[in-house]
């Protein structure tokens, strides 16, 4: 089977270009590194040329092993071809602590460099957590001046060809713009069409912020999240009528916001499905019913860290 092409979206702030559909490599459900490698390169014969990883996912190693796989199997023919993104731990959010984890991330991916490293959170964590929620006085405000300069380092040393940050609120962006010599490339956000964020991606757009959206189609059902996008009658309606399936319809809509996301599948025929969906579009009348669904966060982050200030902007999509 020919890989599916996947488009590519420019980034103003750093001057690089990132395909649009990424696969993401959380932790849940944990698997063996074996399993974990030989979906990453399942994802690699479909297509998927951007992976997306974090320290606190533990999925590191598992990625590097697979890149590795990949370029003797001939999957890839070089590094280049490969768009990697991985995020800075909240335990790490100090100036200089940011070099000396990239650094760290770096030796588990086996790479020279990541593509995007980005800000976790929008806070510091002040020991590490083994457990939820977050007891109160280690969830810790971020300095956010003093960590960026640790991220610009990181992109001047040619560590990270570029920076970025996750979870953050457009009062969040404004601060961080204030004293930024290089302005975060993109914020990856929670986005489907049951949680649109009209306002934030209005904001993150006028500064020039590209939005990636993670958890396109919900969240797997547990107490923390659920999974009402897939269960959405309006989007189930929709793919019935053409032909395709639900997650599709969630993800060509997040794609016609202008907005790049971060899915998750270790089953080959979702992998192929889920980039199956630049050959077709919504019409202007679907894209109105999905604008006019319900708000609904799938995801719960104060039901998981507890419910610290700052969570709380972070789930009020603010």
Known sequence: M?????????????DMTMPVIGMGTSPYPKVDPETAIAAILEAIRAGYRHFDTAFVYGSERDLGGAIAEALRLGL?????????????????????????????????LQLEYVDMY????????????????VEKGVLLPLDIKSVWEGMEEC???????????????????????????????????????????????????????????????????????????????????????????????????VYQQGVSLVTKSSNKERMNQNLDIFSWSLTEEELDKISRLPQHKTITFASIMGPHDVVLRIDAGL
């Open 76 to 108: 890839v023919k070089s590094r280049s071809e490969l768009f990697i993104t991985t995020k800075l731990s909240a335990s790490f959010a100090e100036r200089d602590l940011v070099v000396p984890a990239i650094n760290m991330s770096l030796r588990n």
């Open 155 to 253: 992109k001047r040393l040619g560590l990270a060809r570029g920076i970025g940050v996750s979870n953050f609120t457009s009062e969040m962006l404004e601060d961080l713009l204030s004293i930024a010599k290089i302005p975060p490339a993109l914020n990856q956000l929670e986005m489907n069409p049951l949680w649109q964020l009209k306002e934030l991606r209005e904001f993150c757009k006028a500064k020039g912020i590209h939005v990636t959206a993670y958890s396109p189609l919900g969240s797997t059902p547990s107490r923390f999240g659920d999974n009402k996008v897939l269960g959405s009658k309006v989007l189930q309606d929709m793919a019935k009528a053409k032909g395709k399936t639900t997650a599709q319809i969630a993800l060509r809509w």
């Open 2 to 14: 020919t890989p599916i092409i996947v488009p590519e979206v420019t980034l103003i702030s750093c």
């Open 118 to 133: 980005i800000i976790h959170w929008p806070f510091k964590l002040g020991k590490v957590v083994s457990s939820m929620p």
